[in-house]
């Protein structure tokens, strides 16, 4: 078996702490860990590799939390351009057949970014939907429902088709509150997990039958594929042909061979701020606070704070989340709106929509802490071992100031050893790189002026990380 980990998501009604560059995936919201380690740690034991697919502009971020998890991925799928879940879920089928030496894996497909308390509960499931796909069904995992929830799809159960599972009588779209609490009171009713189980070439089988231009695309896209480290890049100009299309839809609502096996093991899919309220330890006053957090007369309330002290008074049913550079306030009940905020920052083409201050690079990570008119410093931390291109500047000078660590600088034809206190100037044009030989983090203050700090003004000679363009 196979799991397939999609961490694809833009999770922007979790913003301001979820952005594009970073999204809630990757964010420890829900745990110590963050959501993709959990999900990580949630499959160890069911004697199964595991891989990822990702944007191509996470592919660092997955590479070094799995690293730091210490699981072992087979590969990490990266997509050119997001085409929703049928196609992302072919390019796995696709990988899984090809590396497989007998008979066609079954793959797990999961999210990198839900809950699930019961962990033992779900491999439960996990075993009984195994004899389903290896009968030849496509299996979705659904949630005994909770309450009337209008947040989810639903599932329709038919007739049982052994050890628990069911066929799947029909999907049903998220419903509003009556008609949500009249599939409560049918009792035959899941909500939508978006978990699947299949047999790679019976999902491959049933998408050519039902959506043979999915099929098509992706097919080409994988033959053009190429392996890069620990990544995998298929084509992008065949992909970006793809149609972009849910496995619901593409598959689900026109098989034949649906199956659902009921799972019950306080799963959520936290797709707005009002989850983290209905699952988090929630106070006599019935608020759930992250931080350093002090509230009077404050009830029913989301509170989060990730830098600073956050203080409510005479609040009721209200969501509050701070991070570095941004504050959001929000009704509990109207959470979803979010992505309103979201757009608008896309609209003014407002930074705080894509990157936090802290920006990870596969090196290590930077925080801009502070920008004008013609000057922008920023702190940068490089891993022990990590080096940053080899670079130069049209629009911008550099300085470096060594706060803690060894630092290894080309500046020009010189090469420098610089240790903490000790600094050098980079002037425009100049060719330059920073190395950290030592076994601690580098820890650096740069300072940049210049009539244009953008961060594509880097023109890359020599990369270890693949980013700089090939001879």
Not at 21 to 38: H, N, T, V, W, Y
Not at 231 to 240: E, G, I, N, S
Request: charged residues 20%.
């Amino acid at each position: 078996m196979n799991i397939v980990i999609m961490a694809g998501g833009s999770g922007s009604r979790l913003w301001p702490s979820s952005r594009g560059l970073f999204p809630k995936q990757f964010l420890s919201i829900a745990g110590e860990d963050s959501m993709l380690q959990a999900t990580l740690a949630r499959v160890e034991g069911l004697s199964a590799s595991a891989s990822v697919i990702c944007n191509e502009e996470h592919r660092f971020v997955v590479a070094q939390q799995a690293q730091e998890f210490g699981a072992a991925l087979t590969s990490i799928i990266l997509e050119p351009v997001g085409r929703n879940t049928a196609p992302a879920i072919a390019l796995a089928a696709f990988e899984a057949l090809d590396s497989s030496d007998g008979a066609a894996p079954l793959l797990l497909v999961m999210a990198a970014d839900h809950v699930i308390d019961d962990v033992a509960a779900f491999h439960a499931a996990v075993e009984v939907a195994k004899a389903q796909a290896e009968s030849g069904q496509v299996v979705t995992f659904g949630i005994v429902p909770e309450s009337a929830h209008t947040g989810y799809g639903y599932i329709q159960r038919g007739v049982e088709s052994g050890n628990g599972a069911y066929a799947v009588s029909r999907f049903v779209e998220k419903p509003d509150a009556e008609t949500a609490q009249s599939y409560i009171d049918d009792g035959g009713y899941y909500w939508n997990s978006g978990m699947f189980l299949v047999a790679a070439d019976v999902y491959l089988n049933e998408l050519k039958a039902f959506r043979p231009d999915i099929y098509s695309a992706c097919e080409k896209a994988y033959l053009g594929k190429t392996r890069d480290v620990d990544f995998l890049r298929v084509d992008a100009q065949a992909f970006k042909t793809c149609p972009d299309e849910s496995i619901d839809y593409a598959v689900m609502e026109k098989t034949d061979k649906a199956v659902v096996v009921p799972l019950s093991a306080g799963w959520s899919d936290v797709g707005a701020w009002s989850s983290l309220w209905e699952i988090g330890d929630q106070d006599a006053a019935g608020n759930v606070s992250s931080g350093d957090v002090l509230s009077h007369n404050t009830s029913n309330s989301y509170i989060r704070a990730e830098h600073r002290l956050v203080a409510t008074v005479g609040l009721d049913n209200i969501v509050v989340v701070e991070t570095n550079d941004a504050v959001l306030v929000a009704a509990k009940d109207q959470v979803q709106d979010v992505k309103k905020i979201v757009e608008s920052l896309k609209a003014q083409d407002r930074s705080e929509v894509s990157q936090h201050r802290h920006v990870y690079r596969p090196w290590g990570v930077y925080d801009s802490i502070d920008n004008g008119e013609r000057y922008q410093v920023k702190r940068i931390t490089v891993k022990p071992g990590a080096k940053l291109s080899v670079q130069m500047h049209h629009h911008r000078a550099e300085h470096w100031i060594v706060v803690s660590g060894i630092a290894k600088v080309t500046n020009g034809d010189k090469e420098l050893m610089l240790t903490e206190n000790q600094s050098t100037y980079i002037p425009v044009g100049v060719v330059h790189a920073l190395e950290n030989p030592g076994v601690i983090p580098l820890e650096l203050i740069e300072v940049q002026s210049g009539s244009y700090l953008g961060e594509d003004d880097i023109v890359r000679f020599e990369d270890r990380y693949g980013r700089a363009p090939k001879a």
